[in-house]
C-alpha cells in the first residue's frame, strides 16, 4: 500500500487521539482521578476542566466527570501537575491492583476535535 | 526605470516588489544594508511588511519558517557564519516544503575570521534541499529575487538567491526596476499550499516513524523516507519548472532567458570555462583577450546549482576539449564541489569517454584574494597547453 496519493508532501497531524498510534502503552504511570476531590464532579457543573485543557494528547473529556482515555495516554502527569485540587494522581502501572479493570475496546472513533 | 545603486539595495527592491509580508534578519556583514534597506522602506510605508527584529541568525530563519507556515509571503537573508547558525533551521524550512526566499550574500567562513568574498558559506548548505541560484550582477539580484518567489510557490520549496559580498553588494551598477504592472503579471498572489488555521488545528512537522503509518482520518500518510522522495522528485522537476519560469519572466519583461546555465562565446569553443557568480562575467573579458590569442575560449556561468543542472551543463560542454571549473569554495581534502559535481554528470551522460573532455579544477578568491585578469589569462593559457595534474590549482596563492 503507497501513499503516492497522499494530501500532503510533509508530515501532518490534526488533533485527536489516535495520531500516533495506541500509545497508552507508552504509559509507565497512569493518572487516576478522584471524584470526590474533582471540581466539577462535585459541583456536578461544567467548571474547571483545566486537565482538559492542558492534556496535550486531548484523551481527557470535557464530560462530568471527566473521564481519561487509557487506550490513548501517555501517561506524562500533565493533568496531575495542573490540577488545582489534586484531584489526579499516578499511580505506577506496576502497583496496579490485579483487579483493577483494563480497559476493553478501543474507544475511538475517529477524528474529533477537542471541544 | 534604470537607478544606479548597489547590490543590496538591488536585493531589497526586488523583496519590496515581491510582496514580501514578514522579512526577519539579522544583521551580518556584508549583507547588513540589504535588511537596513528594508527596514527603512518598512518604516517609511513604503512596503506593507512586518520586520520581525530577532536575536540571531537561527530565529530569523524560525521566524520566517513560522510566517511561511501561515501562508505569508517571507523572505531573509544573511551571509557566511550567519547562514551556518541557520544551518538546522535550512534543513527544516526545505523538509516543511516552505516557500522562503533567502539572499545570501557570499562571504567567507571562519576561521579565521574574514568578512571578504568567497562561496564556502552557500556551498557548504549545497545539500540542505533548498534551491540554489546564482547572480552575476545587480539587474540578475533584482530579477532573481521575483524569480525566486515565483519558483518557490510554484514548486514549494525554499529559494537561496547567492551574491558575491562586495564585488556585487557593496558596488554600484545601473540596472532597470521592473514596472509593478510588469510584476503583478508575473508574480501571482501567494497561494500557499497549506496554511496555518486556527479553526481547524494541526501540528505541522510531526515526528515521523520508519515505516508509513495511518493519520487520524485513517489516511495512509507517508513515512520519513517518503516525503524526503518527493523532496528530491521535486526538486529535479524544479529544473524545469525553473526554465519555465525564466520564460514566462523574459516574456514580460524581455530579459534574461538562461535560469540553468548561461553560455559565453561557447557554440565553438574548445576549452569552456565554468564558474558561479560575478567572476563569471569578468571571464568575458578573459576570454575575449584570449581568443585574440587564437584560443577558442567560451565561459559558462552556473545560474542554477541546486537542483544541478546536469543534462544542460552536459549539453554545453560535451564538445569541449577541455572544461576548466574555476571555484570561490571546495569541499576540504577533496575538491571544489562543482567540479565534482560537472564531472559526474559528464560521467553520467556521455556514453563514449574517450570523447568526453578533461575537466580541470582550479580554487580563486578564497577570502576575497583579488582575482586578477592577468593571473586568469596566464593559468588558463597554462592549463590549456599543459596535460591537467591532479587535484585542484590555487590560482593567486603566495605560499
Not at chain 1, 490534526?14 to 466539577?40: A, F, I, K, Y
Not at chain 1, 456536578?44 to 466527570?65: H, Q
Amino acid at each position: 500500500m503507497g501513499t503516492r496519493g497522499y494530501r500532503y508532501k510533509t508530515s501532518h497531524s490534526e488533533s485527536g487521539p489516535g495520531d500516533g498510534g495506541r500509545t497508552g502503552s507508552w504509559r509507565v504511570q497512569r493518572p487516576v482521578l478522584n471524584t470526590e476531590l474533582c471540581t466539577p464532579a462535585r459541583r456536578k457543573a461544567e467548571a474547571c476542566f483545566i486537565c482538559w485543557l492542558y492534556c496535550p494528547d486531548c484523551v481527557i473529556s470535557r464530560t462530568i466527570p471527566p473521564t481519561i482515555d487509557y487506550e490513548y495516554c501517555k501517561g506524562c502527569a500533565i493533568c496531575a501537575e495542573e490540577c488545582p485540587t489534586k484531584a489526579i494522581t499516578m499511580v505506577d502501572e506496576a502497583d496496579r491492583p490485579a483487579d483493577d479493570e483494563e480497559p476493553t475496546a478501543c474507544s475511538y472513533e475517529g477524528p474529533r476535535p477537542c471541544t | 526605470m534604470h537607478i544606479i545603486e548597489n547590490g543590496n539595495v538591488a536585493a531589497a527592491l526586488g523583496v519590496k516588489l515581491a510582496g514580501a509580508q514578514v522579512i526577519a534578519a539579522y544583521p551580518i556583514t556584508p549583507q547588513t544594508p540589504l535588511t537596513e534597506k528594508l527596514s527603512e522602506l518598512i518604516e517609511a510605508g513604503e512596503m506593507q511588511a512586518q520586520y520581525v527584529p530577532v536575536e540571531s541568525e537561527h530565529s530569523a530563519l524560525a521566524a520566517c519558517i513560522a510566517a511561511s507556515s501561515t501562508g505569508a509571503r517571507a523572505f531573509t537573508a544573511t551571509s557566511a557564519n550567519g547562514l551556518l547558525y541557520m544551518h538546522e533551521q535550512i534543513h527544516w524550512a526545505a523538509g516543511a516544503r516552505l516557500p522562503l526566499v533567502m539572499c545570501v550574500v557570499n562571504r567567507a567562513v571562519g576561521a579565521p575570521w574574514c568578512i571578504w568574498n568567497d562561496h564556502q558559506d552557500s556551498i557548504s548548505q549545497r545539500d540542505t534541499g533548498w534551491i540554489q541560484m546564482y547572480a552575476c550582477d545587480h539587474q540578475q539580484i533584482i530579477d532573481g529575487v521575483l524569480k525566486a518567489f515565483s519558483l518557490a510557490e510554484a514548486t514549494s520549496i525554499p529559494v537561496m538567491v547567492c551574491y558575491d559580498g562586495y564585488l556585487l553588494s557593496h558596488t554600484y551598477m545601473p540596472f532597470v526596476v521592473p514596472e509593478e504592472e510588469k510584476v503583478a503579471r508575473f508574480l501571482k498572489p501567494f497561494k500557499p499550499a497549506y496554511a496555518l488555521d486556527p479553526d481547524n488545528p494541526a501540528n505541522l512537522n510531526t515526528v515521523t516513524l520508519p515505516d508509513i503509518r495511518m493519520d487520524v482520518t485513517g489516511e495512509m500518510a507517508h513515512g520519513y523516507m517518503e516525503i524526503r522522495y518527493l523532496l528530491q522528485e521535486d526538486l529535479r522537476a524544479a529544473l524545469t519548472i525553473a526554465q519555465q519560469t525564466e520564460d514566462a519572466f523574459k516574456e514580460i519583461f524581455g530579459r534574461g532567458g538562461n535560469a540553468l546555465v548561461e553560455p559565453y562565446r561557447c557554440d565553438d569553443a574548445e576549452y569552456i570555462v565554468v564558474g558561479l557568480g560575478s567572476l563569471t562575467y569578468q571571464l568575458r573579458d578573459v576570454v575575449e583577450i584570449l581568443r585574440g590569442e587564437g584560443l577558442k575560449l567560451g565561459v559558462l556561468g552556473v545560474r542554477l546549482y541546486r537542483p544541478f543542472p546536469d543534462q544542460a551543463l552536459t549539453e554545453a560542454l560535451q564538445h569541449a576539449r577541455g572544461v576548466i571549473v574555476i571555484e570561490k569554495a571546495l569541499s576540504y581534502g577533496y575538491e571544489g564541489a562543482l567540479c565534482s559535481d560537472i564531472k559526474a554528470a559528464l560521467y553520467e551522460h556521455i556514453q563514449d569517454r574517450s570523447r568526453a573532455p578533461f575537466v580541470k579544477g582550479m580554487i580563486a578568491g578564497i577570502g576575497g584574494r583579488d582575482i586578477r585578469t592577468p593571473d586568469l589569462t596566464a593559468t588558463l593559457r597554462a592549463a590549456i597547453a599543459g596535460t591537467p595534474e591532479e587535484g585542484p590549482d590555487w590560482i593567486g596563492i603566495k605560499l
